[in-house]
DNA sequence: ACCGCATGGTTGAACATTCAATGAAGGGCC
DNA sequence: GGCCCTTCATTGAATGTTCAACCATGCGGT
């Protein structure tokens, strides 16, 4: 017989600061590097992303629940941005040939040429705020961590249907 | 001379690694943490941490702009976000009496019971999706590399005035 | 062939965040 | 005291994201 229901396990003040850094951190890198973009180049960060992955695909064209997923990002937030895409001219939407549910998207080249030159004073950004503070094996430390992360959120799946 | 406008300096394989994993990670915890709290407690994130806040705070009061610096958040989102938490009976504003500008934010009892009541979950998911997953070597660098981002960002403003 | 169910993708409304404009009050300077 | 400039905070509109509902197609079983 225990008295409480099961205690909490809770952070020490390492672990507590840690924790909150990362969270503003994040926050103002990521608010930073949105805005960097948005200025410069007229990109949002989802939609450069989105354009990262597919100028990599091969054929530059990825399915929709494909790019969803690389990016993690929802399938209905996927559609609203790739519409956006769409209507700027960067990208461009056609049906599946193999699989009638399917849309493909593809970067035109007015999109490679976005991409082009956005990247470069992104990378700039993403260096002098982030990878250049961090000290090789410190940012390691930072893939292996988030690594992990992923790896678990991935099968950890909230929707779990089976247990 | 130089051909070019200076050569981007792209990341290396394993640094591009690591940053998406960052990216993609973070998305993921986020999201995570965010949808727990929301079902299970009714909170956001960004709500449960101006409740953390004004519950550490001297007597559990501050001001606005203090609280949005503590969070990192620009002034008009936490305006928001306590207009919602107050709606919901969870904090009450008062007008500052030592500088008429000023308004309080305090956390009522409510809302402390609303943030003891999510803490412990909360807390549960923040080392079940990161900080058990890390080893404390490697969640202290996480530390490490997010509080040089927060100062470098700090002074870095991007409303520069001065230069 | 048909049924049932899962998957791929979109849609529109609800909700949260950003952005620009606004008003009220403090502080320095003449 | 009056002026100018800054800071504090809010407001409402524009934009982006989430959520639930939806339709179409594919796939497996019978």
Known sequence: MNG?????????????????AYLVGTTLLMDRLDREL??????????????????????????????????????????HTVARLEKAGLVRRAACESDGRGVE???TDKGMAALE??????????RQFLVDLAGDEDFAAVGRVFNAVTDKLIDTNPAADIR
Chains 1, 2 share one sequence.
Do not use: C, F, K
């Open 38 to 79: 948005r200025e410069q180049h007229n990109l949002a960060m989802p939609e450069y992303e989105i354009l990262v992955r597919l100028s990599e695909a091969p054929d530059r064209r990825m399915r929709m629940a494909l790019l969803a997923d690389s990016v993690s990002h929802s399938r209905s937030r996927v559609t």
């Open 4 to 20: 409480e229901t099961t205690d909490t396990d809770w952070l020490d003040q390492n672990q507590q600061r840690s924790w909150r």
């Open 105 to 107: 998207a593809s970067i």
């Open 117 to 126: 030159s956005a990247a470069p004073t992104h990378v700039a950004g993403v």
